[in-house]
């Protein structure tokens, strides 16, 4: 199936570039024509998925639009029915979705190309996004025309611009081209920026309730620096406030690797290079190669440095071709730099898995980054324990890879495999207890299972990497459970010491004169031998620190005497 | 409150004793805390184990062994606190002329401790909830003291009689033994309080059942055979064994025991004889060890080598009782104390119970005939010295 995607990437690609004097020819079909043919590649197998899917595909966009260009995000999110216009038309439930956001704006010049050709995206450069082949919006699009007829509609204006823009437009599926039906522009009042996209469209709200809800909370745990609002069909409204200004760096490009680099993709930067020679073409395209190391390489496979990279396209030099991206992924190039992908960071994982959980202890790691053929990645994981989470049987786990939260498929899924296969026991967790792990695996290249993209394939780098992980962070969970175990122990030592107290005073200032001289106890005998008790109890006590504080046992028995009532 | 209308003056300087005994073992922990140092009580222990047969006195008594209560010692904090508590209600009455019982002592204990925990939940726990607990506390501060409850001026159901040709002085009256009509003396909670005026009496009978002891009483056994009849209505109270004791110490008298021919039976006898395991620390001075057990023996039903048997063959069949498995338990386990195990007449004793798997009450001899039982059986025994010592 992902096969499948490449190909009618690449024909799209070709047919954008037609002109480009390659030589090579490839039977025309629209890819916007081909997604109409295969919705379910996109997400949109079904009304309730499709209406799931929509919601995605927009605010990752807005999400994209914002944190990733270093906007605090404020997300809009509202789904409306459509008011049926006569009863009985056998026409099926429609709902318009409106997504707005404070982002960095479409500029009017690329809108119509943004949402009305299928695979013209910003997205199609090498780096993290957290959408990867730039489908997304335009699939819901499209999908909106199918099923209700309606165009979409789109305001955004950008932060330098001194105008709102406005367009409904369609998508020619023949041709893959935008249809414009209405559009016009607006002076500016203040400085809003930002885009609303709004889309009407066939769904089933009341099966994908649970899960939009759902998705909505999971991005707002690994994103507490943004604020969201969810208006439901059902009235109710969903706001998670900003609970943090801190944000993650957003990814910067990169060239690609060498090792992650397949032929389909040596081609096109064969076509857009600008190298005159291959040595040259390796040392600019390429990252971790510098001079030095393409002159190596090249003399190690015996290729010519001064071929010129347009001849690799040639007929009858697919051998030569096949033979340099064989050498590419083979070579022991550098580790691929990893400053282009944008991990959460532990910090903002700890602060949104303590705001959605409210739980006891909260823990969270982000690895140093290690590569998969040739795609560097990052794995970031958070755990959460007691609280108001609520016991289950297993840990609830919450998946994400770039940064979207994983719904679908969890037992496909590399992390579940990992988070079911540990034995919590030895870390001191009996289940059914109240634990959340959440995983977060950042990549250029996420190894998807399906196209679906919803669960993540077991590569053996990732899962060790999760495992780590996991593990890391579960040590310190341990830790924090034996002291406080530890803790609870002393602290139920001190009670049942303390509660004793006052009995024992009162009881023990009975004999402080001899019989001959006896009269009933004074408040100030009995409160000098409860004060004696009070520390000779304290200091009987070891309260093991936690999290670098340690109570006072003095003060703890003194509050619980201090409870104590004799009658 | 005064003296001058509660109890005499044995009582008054009974409780004088007391109290200061008290004031001193308790006063030293009011000084240990106050100095900062963790409060201990050291009590000998009350355990099987620290129970020591002897066999010079032939009585059991308390080991050397003992435990410290220490209040800073979770396990004990809770018990140190009953101690405590209870000393201090048992000394204010010692002090202000009470005459508690031990059911008294309990509730005036008995109360709710209320704090709230940690998490600023409310709780609540009693002092004690049964009289079992209060009972205990009680034995442990005797241990501690060296007081005994009765020195404490505590006081017990009555539960033992004695009727006899004798004259005592208690609580400064005088009082006839042998002019109860039907009746009986009931023995005090305090028998070192009677004084003893005079005696006619040859031997002391204790009967375990009340019933048969009222039976003798109206037969006109002890005038007949000029004894001193006790009952302690099952298993004896300390008062009626501290009473036992001083008729054979202070009046020398032989005392002999009478009970079902049943392991609980031959264990009453021995709680005569040598004391209770629970109250190994005052054996000294409520044991009678030269007492002697009379009857019923499994050789008056059975017969013993040449000793003919006072039941028939078809008396047998109607009166005895199948053993119950805890019967059979129980016996074994009289086969270890080493003041049964080393006796042949009582192992001998025990064998042919464990042969028959039967046992016999009292009931089942008089029914035979009281006559029979009160003229014949007794006398005959006591006269051919058929007991077991």
Do not use: C
Not at chain 1, 264 to 281: G, N, P
Not at chain 2, 330 to 336: D, F, I
Not at chain 2, 340 to 355: D, H, Q
């Amino acid at each position: 199936m992902s096969a499948s995607v490449q190909r009618s990437r690449g024909r799209a690609r070709t047919a954008d570039q037609r002109g480009g004097g390659t030589g090579e020819k490839y039977r025309e079909m629209s890819v916007a024509e081909f997604f109409a043919k295969n919705k379910e590649l996109a997400g949109f197998s079904n009304p309730t998925r499709a209406l799931y899917q929509a919601v995605r595909e927009l605010v990752e966009n807005s999400l994209d639009a914002t944190d990733a260009k270093g906007i605090l995000p404020w997300i809009h999110i509202s789904i409306a029915p459509v008011p049926e216009p006569s009863q009985g038309d056998g026409s099926r439930p429609r709902y318009v979705i409106s997504v707005e956001d404070n982002g960095v704006g479409v500029p009017v010049t690329s809108m119509a190309m943004a949402f009305g050709k299928v695979l013209f995206s910003s997205k199609y450069v090498i780096r993290q996004t957290r959408g990867m082949y730039g489908l997304g919006v335009k699939a819901a699009v499209l999908y909106g025309q199918m099923t209700a007829g309606t165009p979409v509609e789109v305001f955004s204006a950008t932060k330098g611009s001194q105008y709102v823009h406005m367009m409904r437009l369609m998508i020619d599926v023949q041709r893959n081209e935008p249809r414009i039906l209405e559009k016009g522009e607006w002076n500016k009042r203040g400085s809003w920026h930002g885009t609303k996209v709004t889309l009407t469209l066939e769904g089933d709200w009341s099966r994908a309730r649970s899960k939009i809800l759902e998705y909505v909370k999971r991005t707002a745990v690994i994103a507490p620096y943004a604020e969201i609002v969810l208006e439901t069909p059902d009235g109710e409204i969903l706001y998670f406030p900003r609970t943090t200004r801190r944000m993650p760096k957003p990814p910067k490009e990169a060239k690609p690797h060498p090792h992650g680099v397949d032929i389909e993709q040596l081609k096109s930067i064969i076509r857009s290079t600008r190298a005159k020679t291959l040595k040259d073409l390796l040392v600019t395209e390429f990252q971790s190669i510098g001079e030095k190391t393409a002159v190596d390489f090249l003399e190690r496979y015996g290729i010519d440095p001064k071929l010129k990279p347009r001849e690799l396209l040639r007929k009858g030099r697919e051998r030569l071709l096949r033979r340099l991206v064989d050498a590419l992924m083979e070579y022991p190039f550098r580790s691929p730099k990893s400053d282009y992908l944008s991990p959460i960071g532990s910090d903002i994982i700890e602060i949104g898995l303590r705001r959605m959980f409210a739980p006891e202890w909260v823990g969270a790691v982000t690895r140093s980054p290690k590569a998969h053929r040739g795609h560097p990645f990052i794995v970031e994981v958070g755990i959460a324990y007691g609280g108001s989470i609520e016991s289950r049987d297993e840990p609830l786990l919450l998946r994400y890879a770039n940064k979207i939260p994983l719904l679908y498929e969890e037992r496909e899924d590399v992390s579940y495999k990992v988070v079911s296969s540990i034995n919590w026991k030895q870390y001191n967790i009996d289940f059914p207890a109240p634990l959340v792990v959440l995983v977060h695996i950042a990549s250029t290249k996420v190894p998807y299972k399906g196209v679906g993209k919803e669960s993540v394939s077991d590569v053996p780098e990732i899962e060790s990497e999760i495992r780590n992980a996991v593990q890391e962070i579960a040590r310190k969970l341990r830790i924090y459970l034996s002291r406080k175990a530890r803790e609870q122990e002393a602290i139920k030592r001190s009670i049942t010491l303390a509660k004793y107290i006052p009995e024992v005073a009162l009881s023990l200032a009975y004999f402080i004169r001899p019989p001959e001289k006896w009269q009933p106890p004074r408040e100030e005998e009995v409160r000098k031998i409860k004060e004696s008790l009070i520390r000779l109890v304290a200091r009987n006590i070891d309260l093991p620190p936690i999290d670098g504080e340690s109570q006072d046992p003095e003060e703890i028995v003194r509050k619980i005497v201090e409870s104590v009532q004799l009658d | 409150m005064s003296g001058e209308f509660f109890g005499d003056e044995v009582d008054l300087k009974a409780r004088a004793r007391a109290a200061r005994v008290m004031y001193e073992k308790f006063n030293k922990i009011v000084k240990d805390v106050i100095r900062g140092k963790p409060p201990k009580l050291e009590i000998p222990k009350r355990t099987l184990s620290n129970t020591i047969f002897d066999p010079e006195r032939g009585i059991l008594v308390i080991g050397e062994e003992k435990l410290e209560r220490e209040f800073l010692n979770v396990g004990e904090s809770r018990r140190f606190m009953q101690t405590v508590l209870m000393a201090s209600i048992i000394y204010q009455s010692l002090i202000e002329n009470e005459y508690p019982t031990i059911r008294d002592l309990y509730y005036k204990g008995k109360h709710t401790i209320t704090y709230s925990d940690h998490r600023g939940r409310k709780r609540e726990e009693n002092t004690w909830d049964e009289q079992k607990e209060s009972d205990s506390v009680i034995q442990d501060i005797e241990v501690f003291t060296g007081l005994f409850r009765e020195d404490m001026l505590i006081l017990s159901k009555e539960k033992g009689k004695v009727v006899g040709n004798m004259r005592i002085r208690s609580g400064g009256d005088v009082i006839d033994l042998s002019k109860l009509g039907h009746g009986a003396y009931a023995i005090e909670p305090t028998p070192d309080l009677i004084e003893f005026l005079d005696v006619d009496a040859e031997f002391v009978l204790v009967v375990e059942k009340d019933a048969v002891f009222q039976q003798l009483h109206r037969a006109g056994f002890w005038k007949r055979y000029k004894a001193l009849l006790v009952t302690g209505s099952g298993q004896p109270d300390r008062a009626t064994r501290r009473f036992v004791r001083r008729l054979h110490e202070e009046l020398k008298l032989p005392v002999y025991v009478i009970t079902d021919s049943d392991p609980y039976g031959w264990y009453i006898y021995s709680v005569y004889k040598v004391g209770s395991i629970t109250l190994s620390y005052e054996s000294e001075r409520l044991a009678t060890p030269k007492a002697k057990f009379l009857g019923v023996q499994m050789s008056d039903i059975f017969g013993y080598r040449s000793k003919k048997p006072y039941l028939s063959e078809g008396e047998r069949r109607k009166f005895m009782i199948r053993a119950t498995d805890r019967d059979i338990k129980r016996a074994k386990e009289l086969l270890n104390y080493s003041w049964i195990g080393k006796n042949s007449r009582w192992k001998s004793e025990i064998r042919l119970f464990l042969k028959h798997l039967v046992k016999l009450e009292i009931e089942a001899i008089a029914s035979k005939g009281l006559k029979f039982f009160a003229f014949h059986y007794i006398p005959e025994k006591i006269e051919t010295g058929d007991w077991i010592e």
